[in-house]
């Protein structure tokens, strides 16, 4: 039963996505339609840069544990592991790179607690974001949030996803798993300064991120809100996606969520097409970066004595 319903999740999230916002998509769709395309490819472009830097933090987090291992051998372990969760079969995740650590020298008990600390520093990156953004636009997104009919039914979908979500895949077993990850740290001689700089790759990261999203809303808008704004948006709809514990990526609670905080700003139909627009252009730059990471350079052709500049005499 249990297997069931976490199946069910993604389905149900997007399903939230077009209760909510189903009538909007004829809308939506005109408008992506006349999106601007050079934005478009230029976020696409950002975003594949974006997932490649964000993955190679990994190592920075391994270092500050301890563990030096080269930033490309972690970045493609992570960029993996990460995104094949996207491929049918569910057996690729978030503890895949556990699984898989011991291939670039990392033991499975300090893979499993660089999860955890690259978690905590990712959330708190994210919350950071949304804080500077509400603080740098005048707290203007609190100030245009309003609750209309719609947008009650969706909040309301969006707490029962949460809650279920946790009390099927969290419950009492939070405390210990965070034990058990946690538990090499005690053996491990932790560089904080090290972390630090991992925390400040990502904050910057979200910074960047933001700013794709503010370039993306430049495609079908040219006339818009500050920077601080999508700022604090982006912030917000991460963190409303993360904890839908149970939706792979928060892939339709996310964009639930930013429609939502979007829409109090620009048109509706408009909310919507940057939402998912900005969904697509982030599966494409993964699976982009995915393929990249099965690409092999062509082996460098031995030399010899009659190649120039080898040769003696």
């Not at 990712?122 to 949304?130: K, N, P, R, V």
């Not at 925390?199 to 794709?212: K, S």
């Not at 700003?265 to 097409?273: D, N, R, S, T």
Request: positive net charge; hydrophobic residues 55%; glycine residues 12%.
């Amino acid at each position: 039963m249990k297997t069931r319903i976490k199946k069910l999740m993604p389905l149900l999230a997007i399903g939230l996505l077009l209760i909510g916002f189903g009538s909007q998509l004829p809308a939506a769709a005109d408008a992506i339609a006349q999106a601007k395309v050079s934005n478009l490819l230029l976020v696409l472009a950002g975003l594949i840069v974006y997932t490649i830097l964000n993955a190679s933090v990994w190592q920075d987090v391994l270092a500050g544990l301890g563990r030096h291992v080269g930033r490309a051998a972690a970045t493609r372990l992570w960029i993996r592991s990460e995104v094949m969760k996207w491929l049918p079969g569910g057996i690729w995740g978030y503890a895949s790179r556990v699984v898989k650590a011991p291939e670039i020298g990392v033991g499975r008990q300090v893979a499993g607690a660089s999860l955890v600390v690259e978690l905590l520093l990712t959330i708190t990156a994210w919350g950071t974001l949304f804080l500077l953004g509400l603080f740098g636009s005048g707290s203007q997104l609190l100030g245009l949030v309003t609750l209309p009919e719609s947008s009650l039914i969706i909040a309301g979908a969006a707490a029962l996803l949460v809650i279920t979500g946790l009390a099927f895949q969290v419950r009492g077993r939070l405390a210990g798993v965070l034990r058990d990850r946690l538990a090499p740290l005690r053996e491990i001689s932790c560089k904080p300064l090290l972390l630090i700089r991992a925390f400040a790759f990502y904050l910057g990261l979200c910074v960047f991120h933001a700013a794709l999203l503010n370039l993306l809303v430049l495609a079908f808008l040219p006339e818009t809100e500050g920077f601080t704004f999508f700022a604090s948006v982006d912030g917000m709809a991460w963190l409303i996606g993360f904890f839908a514990i149970g939706v792979p990526g928060g892939i339709g609670v996310r964009e639930a969520g930013m429609a939502w905080l979007l829409g109090q700003a620009m048109p509706l139909p408009e909310a919507v097409a940057i939402a998912v627009s900005w969904r697509v252009a982030q599966l494409a730059a993964e699976m982009l970066v995915l393929g990249g990471t099965f690409l092999r350079c062509p082996a460098k052709r031995p030399r010899t004595c009659l190649d120039g500049g080898s040769a003696t005499l």
